[in-house]
């Protein structure tokens, strides 16, 4: 079974605290978004990594990609109430037609 | 606004009964996903179609079942619904089919279904 683990599950930080959020599996994949999800919501996509150790920067979020493409980070610099919100990664594995979904980090940012 | 759309929003029924839920995939996208959201819970992969024909099948019900028409939109049709059923159904839309990776798997959401189950 593929799986994309998520860490931590859960997480609550202060304004303007840094975090990093983990993706990992033990397939390759052929590239990886990320997505955040309001609730009630669908998930909205942030960012596509596709070559190992890719480095990709939106605004306070950088985004890597694991030099053998099993695994992701994201991590957000002085975090701000409107990051909360669930992040997801997600992938196809090399010649697969499934697509998979991490198991989810629960932001919340508290003023 | 992704330009997925998904109709209806909501959706209240009793148990045993049949819905319908309606999506339409962004202008020139091909594939179609849909996705079962449980309260609190993570994205649950049922189903792709791509141009019209069935490419993978996650943890789909027997009782569900999707298609792709020649416009592209899709339905997924959930029978003899059960209590818990309920949840939130996304549907989402991609440019191509993600082999060759890239900007074929960026997958782009509608608004979603939320079906209650009385």
């Known amino acids: 079974t593929q799986l994309l683990e998520q860490s931590p599950q859960f997480l609550s930080i202060q304004e303007g605290e840094n975090l990093t959020v983990y993706c990992n599996s033990s397939s390759v994949f052929s590239s990886l978004q990320w997505y955040r999800q309001e609730p009630g919501e669908g998930p909205v996509l942030l960012v596509t990594?596709?070559?190992?150790?890719e480095v990709k920067k939106l605004k306070r979020l950088t985004f890597q990609f694991g030099d053998a493409r099993k695994d992701s980070s994201l991590h957000i610099t002085a975090a701000q109430p409107g990051d909360t919100g669930l992040y997801l990664c997600?992938?196809?594995?090399?010649?697969?037609?499934?697509?998979?979904f991490g198991t989810g980090t629960r932001l919340k940012v508290l003023a | 606004d992704s330009g997925v759309t998904q109709t209806p929003k909501h959706l209240i029924t009793a148990t045993g009964q049949r819905v319908t839920l309606r999506c339409s995939p962004r202008?020139?996208?091909?594939?179609v996903y849909w996705y079962q959201q449980s309260l609190d819970q993570g994205l649950q992969f049922l189903i792709h179609y791509y141009n019209g024909e069935e490419r993978a099948k996650g943890n789909i019900l027997e009782r569900f079942s999707a298609q792709q028409f020649p416009d592209l939109h899709s339905e997924l049709n959930l029978s003899s619904l059960e209590l818990g059923d309920s949840a939130l159904y996304f549907c989402a839309s991609s440019a191509g089919i993600h082999v060759a990776g890239g900007s074929y798997n960026e997958q782009f959401f509608g608004p979603g279904t939320r079906l209650t189950v009385l």
């Open positions: 202008s020139g996208d091909l594939s």
């Open positions: 997600a992938g196809a594995t090399s010649g697969t037609y499934k697509y998979i």
């Open positions: 990594v596709v070559t190992g150790g």
